[in-house]
């Protein structure tokens, strides 16, 4: 069975270009959540989406990012223009909601750099 | 909110040796509480979890962990270390609508001397 599916796995860009980062959930998995890994910060968590609708975003950190699930098997993450603070792992997590403390299932992520 | 405090950024031990990562929290209400490995340049795999049933979790890969609500904590154990038990070890905690939203610490870099 395939797990959390993230393309691409890494991206070199140039400040002020856009960004657009792929994930591909679990099959099955209702529930979608986007992090962030810097060596400064740790882990944050950015966004997450509940059958496709965004439930909470206040860890999105500027107008510059924006996430989407059109359906319940893709999501992306933009980010326009980017700068190069952004540089960082950026992972999709998926997991099946409903049930507290439900395990979230994480894709191998996206290693972003940005000059 | 919630929040998780790892204490010590790198542990390293021997291989065979007792392993131990501490984990405390802050939680205003009963939580849940995960073990998270991170191999170099892959994605999070869990661990083990504690939702309220067992206060003695099992986890994969031969470790466990004892949630103790009286100090707060949730460390993670294994009684030998294994040269692929190298990586890094994330706690976390559950808050939120749900329980959804996952609060990590700051992360454990294990090392395993020879």
């Keep these: 069975d395939a797990g959390v599916i993230q393309s691409p796995r890494h991206e070199v860009t140039e400040m002020g270009q856009e960004v657009t980062l792929r994930c591909k959930p679990i099959s099955g998995h209702n529930s979608l959540f986007w992090y962030r890994q810097t060596m400064m910060r740790g882990l944050e968590l950015l966004i997450y989406f509940n059958n496709n609708v965004p439930i909470d975003d206040s860890g999105m950190p500027e107008d510059r990012f924006s996430a989407k699930m059109p359906n319940a098997s893709f999501s992306t993450l933009k980010i326009q223009p980017s700068e190069p603070r952004d540089s960082a792992v950026y992972f999709c997590a998926s997991s099946i909601p409903g049930k507290r403390g439900e395990t979230q299932y994480f894709g191998p992520g996206t290693r972003l750099l940005v000059l | ?114």
């Excluded at chain 2, 542990?11 to 009963?30: D, K, T, W």
């Excluded at chain 2, 083990?48 to 466990?64: C, D, P, R």
Aim: proline content about 4%; aromatic content about 12%.
């Design chain 2, 1 to 114: 909110a919630q929040s998780v405090t790892q204490l010590g950024s790198h542990v390293s031990v021997s291989e065979g040796a007792l392993v131990l990562l501490r984990c405390n929290y802050s939680s205003s209400v009963p939580p849940y509480l995960f073990w998270y490995v991170q191999y170099p340049n892959q994605g999070l795999q869990l661990l083990l979890k504690y939702t309220s049933a067992a206060t003695l979790v099992k986890g994969i890969n031969g470790f466990e962990a004892e949630f103790k609500k009286s100090e707060t904590s949730f460390h993670l154990t294994k009684p030998s270390a294994h040269m692929s038990d190298a990586a890094e070890y994330f706690c976390a905690v559950s808050e939120g609508q749900g329980a959804q939203k996952l609060v990590f610490g700051q992360g454990t870099r294990l090392t395993i001397n020879p």
